[in-house]
Structures are given as structure tokens and as C-alpha cells.
């Protein structure tokens, strides 16, 4: 199997953001455990709130983002999770610019960061104020559930009053390969908070069934005709 790392074509250092629908804490440790097993020394945060049974998995979970705690964390095998702040139920990761200075000075191979909320949706439509990205992020990858396809628009996206808008539909619509290629790189949505300076990568999640091989080929296709020289994965 092809590591998803070389799937996504990240290079030898990078700083990579997971934002859009439904999948990002999966490929998050995903890459966590593939980059370190490859000898990379690999830092995984959130710039907003996971659950907090999700992130207790991982062996090496550093409290502070003081560079010494951070040093001493990436010394342990394995991926770091970096968190400043959890309660019963959610965690929460430090603010953009300190994984950017983070990033800048420890020394680690890759950041990868989780840097948007979907609810479990395979569909993501950002408000205004989402997603967190740093902005020394190399790689964006947005992430899209092929099980959005042929389903209604409320029923899988999150922030569907925002997908309405840009579709310019009603709330009964049933999503096509097309409408969710539309979403996803909508001039409003997730690319409006992408660094001018970021690779742009979209990943199509959640394939399975031969079914959902083909609605994500169609889907690939869209995206890469919406935007051409945009890279398509299906994972």
C-alpha cells in the first residue's frame, strides 16, 4: 500500500493543516504513526477543540508548548500530541502563531494540525471564522466524505446553511460529485483562509465499495476541472 504521506506528495519538512469534512483525526494519526515510523520526529496538534478520548491514545501527549517540553516530548518514540488545555470531554491545541514559531524553531520534521471542526460531518461549509490555519502551513489538505454524495445537503454537512449559499440551493437538496467539488473549493470557503504560500491538496475519504470508488473518481474529476492544478487524492 502506498504511504499516504507520498499519496498527498508531502515533501521532507512540512508544516500541514487537515481541514473540511469528516476523517481529519483519522489521517492526523495516520501520518502521525507512518512519518514517525519513517524515523521523523513528528509534532500533532489541533488549532480547535477534538474529543478528548481521541487524542489520550497517542503514548506521548506534551501539556505546554514551552520549547523545552516540547524537546524533551519528541525524544519519546512515536508522534508527540501537543495540547495546552483539556477538560472531561474536549482538548484544545495552541493558538496558529505559536505552532508557526513551533514550527520554525524545534527542529521537527512535521506539524501536522488539525485546523477545523465538521462534527463528524463528511461535508464541511467554513464560516467566516473557521478554518484555523498557521501561517507558515507548506500543505492544506481539505477533506470531503464520499458518503456527502447522493445524500441530502442538511443531513451531511456541517454548517449546511452555508453549503446552501454557496450552491445557492434549498435545504432538500440531494448532493452531487459536482456540488460538493463546488463546496470544497468555493472562493469563500476553506481556500479564502489558506496561505498564498500553501500547496492546496484535497482528499476524498471513506472509499470503500466499488460504488463509492466511482462516485469518487467523479468527484476528482470535478474538483480537478473546477480548479485545475489542484491535486486530488482518493484515500
Known amino acids: 500500500m502506498t504511504p499516504v504521506a507520498s499519496q498527498l506528495g508531502l515533501g521532507r519538512r512540512e508544516l500541514v ?25 513528528v509534532i500533532l496538534t489541533t488549532t480547535t477543540k477534538m474529543g478528548r478520548d481521541q487524542v489520550l491514545a497517542v503514548p506521548t501527549v506534551c501539556w505546554s508548548a514551552d520549547t523545552a517540553c516540547v524537546a524533551a516530548a519528541l525524544d519519546e518514540p512515536g508522534p508527540v500530541m501537543l495540547l495546552t488545555y483539556g477538560d472531561d470531554h474536549k482538548v484544545t491545541g495552541p493558538p496558529p502563531d505559536v505552532v508557526d514559531d513551533l514550527y520554525a524553531t524545534s527542529g521537527v520534521d ?45 443531513q451531511v454537512t456541517h454548517r449546511a446553511e452555508v453549503a446552501q449559499r454557496f450552491l445557492e440551493t434549498g435545504s432538500d437538496h440531494v448532493l452531487t460529485a459536482a456540488d460538493c467539488a463546488a463546496v ?20 476524498i475519504t471513506k472509499v470503500g465499495t466499488d460504488e463509492e470508488k466511482a462516485a469518487a473518481l467523479r468527484l476528482k474529476a470535478a474538483i480537478e476541472v473546477l480548479r485545475p492544478g489542484t491535486a486530488a487524492v482518493v484515500l
Open 17 to 41: 493543516s487537515l481541514v473540511g469534512g469528516g476523517g481529519k483525526s483519522t489521517l492526523l494519526f495516520r501520518l502521525g504513526d507512518e512519518l514517525t515510523a519513517a524515523g521523523n520526529k
Open 110 to 154: 512535521y506539524v501536522i494540525v488539525e485546523a477545523d471542526g465538521s462534527k463528524g460531518r463528511p461535508l464541511k461549509a467554513p464560516a467566516e471564522h473557521e478554518p484555523v490555519i498557521p501561517t507558515a502551513t507548506t500543505t492544506v489538505v481539505i477533506l470531503v466524505g464520499i458518503d456527502a454524495v447522493g445524500h441530502p445537503l442538511t
Open 184 to 203: 470544497v473549493l468555493h472562493p469563500a470557503g476553506a481556500l479564502s483562509a489558506c496561505p498564498v504560500a500553501s500547496r492546496v491538496v484535497v482528499a
